[in-house]
T-cell receptor, first 111, second 116 residues
Framework: LAKTTQPISMDSYEGQEVNITCSHN???????ITWYQQFPSQGPRFIIQ???TKVTNEVASLFIPADRKSSTLSLPRVSLSDTAVYYC????????????FGKGTRLHILP | NAGVTQTPKFRVLKTGQSMTLLCAQD?????MYWYRQDPGMGLRLIHY???????AKGEVPDGYNVSRLKKQNFLLGLESAAPSQTSVYFC???????????????FGQGTRLTVV
């Protein structure tokens, strides 16, 4: 399992785009990159997953450079309700990898 | 479709008591997980299962036991509760049987356990 490094916390304002970068220097060839969101008193919720280049869904975009040693979660035009902890995970579930969470990034959106 | 359901939602135990937390999923998922989350911390994996009848240790397995007798259920047991086991416990399930993409995990709403 590749170890991940994220900023401990970030602040931003409503309406801005927020980018959270995750470092995973030891990512393996078959590993996928997955991001989860957790609100207080709730279980984490899947946001987005990717292997390379760019992935976009209705919630976020995920940018992965060619070397895959990092990834960036992009949240467009955030609102107060985006205040949460965001976790970056790396692994290959087809290889029975355990889903291991780090401490995540605590994102605080200000009005 | 209920997803992942944890029972109970809250519990207070006295030191030395035992209890079992139940996790049930109705998505026919192969993989199930138990995590604990302490205040201000990330989730730590206690035990997990990659299929019916299988279990494996995670990051912090000591003091806990698990069983997966039925595919849809994953039980977490505390034989002799200690104050250090005061935490919020989350169960999750996921499906990964081939396919091109890895798949997401679905989480329950958590069980808040206090050991006094």
């Amino acid at each position: 399992l590749a170890k991940t490094t994220q900023p401990i916390s970030m602040d931003s304002y409503e309406g801005q785009e927020v980018n959270i970068t995750c470092s995973h220097n030891n990512i393996a060839t078959n590993d996928y990159i997955t991001w989860y969101q957790q609100f207080p008193s709730q279980g984490p919720r899947f946001i987005i997953q990717g292997y390379k280049t760019k992935v976009t869904n209705e919630v976020a975009s995920l940018f992965i450079p060619a070397d895959r040693k990092s990834s960036t979660l992009s949240l467009p035009r955030v609102s107060l309700s985006d205040t949460a902890v965001y976790y970056c995970l790396v692994g290959d579930m087809r290889a029975d990898d355990k889903i291991i969470f780090g401490k995540g990034t605590r994102l605080h959106i200000l009005p | 479709n209920a997803g992942v359901t944890q029972t109970p939602k809250f519990r207070v135990l006295k030191t030395g008591q035992s209890m079992t937390l139940l996790c049930a999923q109705d998505m026919n998922h192969e993989y199930m997980y138990w995590y604990r989350q302490d205040p201000g911390m990330g989730l730590r994996l206690i035990h997990y299962s990659v299929g019916e009848g299988t279990t494996a240790k995670g990051e912090v397995p000591d003091g806990y036991n698990v069983s997966r007798l039925k595919k849809q259920n994953f039980l977490l047991g505390l034989e002799s509760a200690a104050p250090s086991q005061t935490s919020v416990y989350f169960c999750a399930s996921s499906y990964s049987m081939g396919g091109y993409m890895n798949t997401e995990a679905f989480f329950g709403q958590g069980t808040r356990l206090t050991v006094v």
